[in-house]
């Protein structure tokens, strides 16, 4: 039984996104959110049957935000603990406390991830007891366990630092734990990403893949209207 559980923040406007808020409206942040979503979602339906999808979400009381988008075949629960490494290990005991033997957690900010990257990542699980998405700012954005292991999301581990995945691949060797790796990707955090993912765009990288359709149409609509640029410049 495998499980994979979508860690995300409600797109809330204001709330979500805001190291963005440098270049985009607190309204423009939620909507570029709920685009990473929808595409995600667009994504899962290729191993939905294989694979069993959830979704867990911050802040708790906020769920009605973003019910409508959230697809039937989604279970969907709270996140619970006081820093990011203890809200991913709950969310990965709650999972296990189900039955499930294969879990892996991920963010909602690489919205060109493709299906077969996830059916790869639960395959390295046959041979490995944890599997790791790289980012290029040198922390993850994919990890997928075997059984529960509290050490891995040690909070000494500054989470939202560059050091992250260095750090997290030293707890699994102390440990004695086998470590593969998957796919880099840059996460959409900052100006920086957003420009690289425009980038990307333009330059056709995206041809032969499942395209992140909503993500695409709202960078190309917004830069059309030149507000990025502008802002950019001027900044």
Same mark, same amino acid.
């Given at each position: 039984?495998?499980?994979?559980?979508?860690?995300?923040?409600?797109?809330?406007?204001?709330?979500?996104?805001?190291? +963005?808020?440098?270049?985009?409206? *607190?309204?423009?942040?939620?909507?570029?959110?709920?685009?990473?979503?929808?595409?995600?979602?667009? /994504?899962?339906?290729?191993?939905?049957?294989?694979?069993? /999808?959830? +979704?867990?979400?911050?802040?708790?009381?906020?769920?009605?935000?973003?019910?409508?988008?959230?697809?039937?075949?989604? !279970?969907?629960?709270?996140?619970?603990?006081? &820093?990011?490494?203890?809200?991913?290990?709950?969310?990965?005991?709650?999972?296990?406390?189900? *039955?499930?033997?294969?879990?892996?957690?991920?963010?909602?900010?690489?919205?060109?991830?493709?299906?077969?990257?996830?059916?790869?990542?639960?395959?390295?699980?046959?041979? @490995?007891?944890?599997?790791?998405?790289?980012?290029?700012?040198?922390?993850?954005?994919?990890?997928?366990?075997?059984?529960?292991?509290?050490?891995?999301?040690?909070?000494?581990?500054?989470?939202?630092?560059? @050091?992250?995945?260095?750090?997290?691949?030293?707890?699994?060797?102390?440990?004695?734990?086998?470590?593969?790796?998957?796919?880099? #990707?840059?996460?959409? &955090?900052?100006? !920086?990403?957003?420009?690289?993912?425009?980038?990307? /765009?333009?330059?056709?990288?995206?041809?032969?893949?499942?395209?992140? #359709?909503?993500?695409?149409?709202?960078?190309?609509?917004?830069? @059309?209207?030149?507000?990025?640029?502008?802002?950019?410049?001027? *900044?």
């Amino acid at each position: 039984m495998k499980a994979l559980i979508l860690m995300t923040r409600v797109p809330i406007p204001g709330r979500t996104k805001t190291r +963005l808020m440098e270049i985009l409206s *607190g309204d423009e942040c939620a909507k570029l959110h709920k685009c990473f979503l929808m595409d995600l979602f667009n /994504i899962f339906k290729f191993i939905k049957d294989d694979i069993q /999808i959830f +979704l867990t979400y911050t802040p708790e009381n906020s769920f009605d935000f973003m019910k409508r988008l959230v697809p039937d075949y989604i !279970e969907c629960f709270p996140q619970q603990g006081k &820093d990011l490494g203890e809200r991913m290990y709950n969310a990965f005991n709650y999972i296990f406390d189900k *039955g499930y033997k294969k879990v892996a957690l991920m963010g909602s900010d690489i919205p060109d991830i493709q299906p077969k990257e996830i059916e790869s990542s639960f395959k390295k699980l046959e041979c @490995s007891d944890v599997v790791l998405g790289p980012t290029l700012d040198g922390g993850y954005y994919f990890i997928g366990m075997k059984s529960p292991c509290k050490d891995l999301f040690d909070s000494k581990l500054k989470w939202g630092n560059k @050091s992250v995945l260095e750090g997290t691949v030293d707890i699994a060797n102390n440990l004695g734990l086998e470590v593969a790796l998957i796919n880099k #990707h840059r996460d959409i &955090d900052t100006k !920086e990403d957003l420009f690289a993912f425009k980038q990307k /765009i333009d330059s056709g990288e995206f041809k032969d893949t499942i395209l992140p #359709h909503n993500t695409i149409k709202f960078i190309n609509d917004y830069w @059309s209207e030149r507000k990025y640029a502008k802002r950019y410049i001027k *900044g």
